[in-house]
Nanobody, 126 residues
Framework: QVQLVEAGGGLVHTGDSLRLSCAASGHTIADYPLAWFRQAPQKEREFVATINWDSSRINYVNSVKGRFTISRDNAKEMMYLQMNNLKPEDTAVYFC???????????????????WGQGTQVTVSS
């Protein structure tokens, strides 16, 4: 079993930056596709970014391209999301996720992901 724990959320102003982290334990995630999702109040959980095992395949939802950067450190069993130029519409609970199936191109749908963190709140005030 993989346990995922997010950290780094908070309350910031428009234009500020935050760096989220996701720490894995219980089993190595070095081969797993990983992803960040977010869920705003009254909305469906949406994919934000995905990264494959060797960081050669990365995808972002259009609304964060150029502002967010996903990365991973397999040796440390960690994943990160650097968020720059934050906007009020980025306000949500952010979740990290791992899929226990090797694939070259990570899925952007939430359903294949087997393990989820508890989420970290990001609030961007205008």
């Amino acid at each position: 079993q993989v346990q995922l724990v997010e950290a780094g959320g908070g309350l910031v102003h428009t234009g500020d930056s935050l760096r989220l982290s996701c720490a894995a334990s219980g089993h190595t995630i070095a081969d797993y596709p990983l992803a960040w999702f977010r869920q705003a109040p009254q909305k469906e959980r949406e994919f934000v970014a995905t990264i494959n095992w060797d960081s050669s395949r990365i995808n972002y939802v259009n609304s964060v391209k150029g502002r967010f950067t996903i990365s991973r450190d397999n040796a440390k069993e960690m994943m990160y999301l650097q968020m720059n130029n934050l906007k009020p519409e980025d306000t949500a609970v952010y979740f990290c996720a791992a899929e226990a199936t090797w694939r070259s191109e990570p899925e952007t749908s939430r359903w294949p992901y087997d393990y989820w963190g508890q989420g970290t709140q990001v609030t961007v005030s205008s």
